[in-house]
């Protein structure tokens, strides 16, 4: 992927940073944040994060829109979720997740920091509702 591909451009007024491998532009959106998440190849939540943040699983909900690449997701009880692009993302809390493939996966993401999972109407944690 060239510096001219529009979805790596520089996001005019976004907050950057880099956790574990995966390269965070963050804005503001009224109570909101969109997040641009690009995760590398061969990226793990369980093997890249978990040893950072001390969970067995990651306890975030993502919502959003993968509008690159591949994301497989584990929950506790063994149910799985594939994401391939372009798709819409809605992963409850209690995952662990992984790139599959050689491209980084790019994932357009809202949320409401610690109080997502009450303003998207989403399970605290994985269910089979």
């Known amino acids: ?14 907050e950057s940073r880099e956790l574990a491998g995966i390269k965070v532009d963050m804005v503001r959106a009224g109570d909101a944040r969109v997040k641009r998440m690009i995760y590398p190849p061969g990226f793990r939540w369980s093997t890249d994060v978990k040893p950072l943040v001390g969970t067995d699983l990651c306890m975030h909900a993502h919502v959003g829109f993968l509008a690159r690449g591949r994301i497989d997701v584990q929950y506790a009880d063994g ?3 594939s994401f391939a ?3 819409v993302v809605s992963i409850a809390p209690g995952h662990d997740a992984w790139i599959v493939g050689e491209q980084p996966a790019i994932l357009i993401e809202v949320d409401f920091e610690g109080v997502t999972i009450s303003r998207m109407g989403m399970p605290e944690s994985h269910n089979h509702a």
């Open 1 to 14: 992927m060239s510096e001219t591909d529009p979805l790596l451009a520089p996001i005019p007024g976004a």
């Open 79 to 81: 149910c799985m979720a």
């Open 85 to 87: 692009a372009p798709q």
